[in-house]
């Protein structure tokens, strides 16, 4: 595991050469008599700690004040804690993930009331900046690698539980672009839906009925999500049924899943792994920039990178 983690850690920061060059100037930045709100959906994932721990230390780190709040996974609580972020007004507000159906009118909220928004993995026109992984060139990675994985045919489960989430729509819809190249993909229909919280055990039991009204090994070749929690879910109800022939496959990085994919014997084909506390530390950098006066790009990128069988072998 340290092995792969190592490589991991410099196949980012050979990828990050755009990055090395913002931290250079991450010196001179600071948030010293600053005020900064953040509103995370949830932190139950570890995507989502980490981000959220991200944001926090580096706010403390550039000498600012952080009110940061978690929604533990409920739209109205997130709305309701936006709301006592705007009737503070901070100097700014860094806002993680969530519904955008739900959010968007409460982050113009904020915009109208004069605080800089800026956004986690949150796509959305109100937002200063919006810090994330390159999604669209994630998603199509995933995807290709397993069509690859299934010789460019087969049946595939796909959870699709959360399209209002920006991030998980792109990498949906990039899943769904790349298999205009390969019709002998097939989506299993109807789409699996994953849900919070129980996500792992949901998972287990979905993919366990699919593969029952499928016995026949080859009937189904893979299963998709756009997070790996339920690949992991997925990935024991694979191993349970004895149907190693299918290969799991998500996006975020999380340990357990990481560790799955260095096993030979797993069924977990591959992990898209993201840097979510850069991603935390780099939103707060852009906030830190804008307040000091500084030009701050619509988007940042930060690097992630594929982890397959391939790989995980060679740097494990």
Known sequence: MKGIIGALT???????SLAAISSASA?????????????????DHYWDLMAFKGIQDRVKELGGEV?????????????????????????????????????????????????????????????INN????NYNIGAEIALQMVADMGGKGNV??????????????????????????????IVEPELRDVIPNTVQSAYSNV?????????????????????????GATQAVEAAGRNEV??????????????????????????AQQPYEIGKTSVDNAARYLAGQKVAPFTFVPAVLINKENAAEKG
């Open 10 to 16: 410099l196949g980012l920061a050979a990828a990050c």
């Open 27 to 43: 010196e001179e930045l600071s948030l010293k008599g600053k005020r900064i709100g953040v509103s995370a959906i949830g932190t």
């Open 67 to 127: 009110i940061a709040l978690d929604a533990g996974r409920k739209d109205q609580q997130q709305i309701a804690q936006l709301q006592t972020l705007i009737a503070q007004t901070p100097d700014a507000i860094i806002e993680q993930l969530g519904n955008l159906e739900v959010l968007n009118p409460w982050l113009q909220k904020i915009r109208d009331a004069g605080i800089p928004l800026f956004t986690v993995d949150t796509a959305t026109p109100h937002a």
């Open 131 to 134: 810090t994330t992984s390159n």
């Open 157 to 186: 489960l796909v959870f699709n539980g959360f399209y209002s989430v920006p991030v998980c729509k792109i990498r949906y819809d990039q899943l769904k672009y790349v298999l205009t190249s390969f019709p002998d993909v097939k």
């Open 208 to 232: 366990t009925d699919m593969l029952t009204k499928a016995p026949e090994k080859g009937s189904i070749g893979a299963v998709w999500a756009c997070w790996d929690v339920p690949q992991i």
């Open 247 to 272: 290969k799991t496959y998500g996006i975020d990085g999380s340990p357990e899943v990481i560790k799955m994919v260095m096993d030979p014997k797993s069924s977990a084909g591959a992990v898209a």
